[in-house]
């Protein structure tokens, strides 16, 4: 089994910045894809940053120039930096990864709890 812990949400004013993170445990024997997600209250989940093994990244147009996403892959840990916060980032965050768990012959995915972050001044 695999958990995915993340941290770093709070409360923020328009403008500032945050860093999450999130971290995997578990019976992991390789991670590909490690993306960041965001719920917006009334809103479908949608993808903010997507990072690969390989080093490639992805962003959504909202939050290209504004958002970093990084990986320690020997801590099996993703991060997304944010800038320039504005009350539209309001949302909860979800990090998900893409596992190969030690004796498996194909990965699956994984999601966190999700951590609150709110823009507000």
């Known amino acids: 089994q695999v958990q995915l812990v993340e941290s770093g949400g709070g409360l923020v004013q328009p403008g500032g910045s945050l860093r999450l993170s999130c971290a995997a445990s578990g019976s992991i024997f390789s991670i590909n894809a490690m993306d960041w997600y965001r719920q917006a209250p009334g809103k479908q989940r949608e993808l903010v940053a997507g990072?690969?093994?390989?080093?490639?990244?992805n962003y959504a147009d909202s939050v290209k120039g504004r958002f970093s996403i990084s990986r320690d892959n020997a801590k099996n840990t993703v991060y997304l930096q944010m800038s320039s916060l504005k009350p539209e980032d309001t949302a909860v965050y979800y990090c998900n990864m893409e596992v190969l768990t030690t004796g498996k012959f194909y990965s699956r995915d994984y999601w966190g709890q999700g951590t609150r972050v709110t823009v507000s001044s």
């Open positions: 990072s690969t093994s390989g080093g490639t990244t």
